[in-house]
Nanobody, 115 residues
Framework: QVQLVESGGGLVQAGGSLRLSCAASGTRFSFNSMGWYRQAPGKERELVVVITNGDSTNYADSVKGRFTIPRGNAKNTVYLKMNSLKPTDAAVYYC?????????WGQGTQVTVSS
């Protein structure tokens, strides 16, 4: 069974950095794309960044220049490196993946940014 597992959330001060991890299990084939979404209280889930298996990326305007999505050495592993965090970045962050036409979500990890 294909699953996405995230880790790395927590509390950070505004201006600080945090790195989230996402690893897929249950397949030895590459996902078509992987990425990150986030959902703040009372708001809809929104795209943060996505990377395709051709390494094309699409960042939300709100995170451009501050967030990156490096790949891990293991297949189907991505990170979300977040710099210059703002209180408005606080949310539950979800790993997202597309594999053989199916969409997969991680369980979510909380990021809290104190001002």
């Amino acid at each position: 069974q294909v699953q996405l597992v995230e880790s790395g959330g927590g509390l950070v001060q505004a201006g600080g950095s945090l790195r989230l991890s996402c690893a897929a299990s249950g397949t030895r084939f590459s996902f078509n794309s992987m990425g990150w979404y986030r959902q703040a209280p009372g708001k809809e889930r929104e795209l943060v960044v996505v990377i395709t298996n051709g390494d094309s990326t699409n960042y939300a305007d709100s995170v451009k220049g501050r967030f990156t999505i490096p790949r891990g050495n293991a297949k189907n592993t991505v990170y979300l490196k977040m710099n210059s965090l703002k209180p408005t970045d606080a949310a539950v962050y979800y790993c997202h993946g597309v594999f053989h036409g199916h969409v997969y979500w991680g369980q979510g990890t909380q990021v809290t940014v104190s001002s």
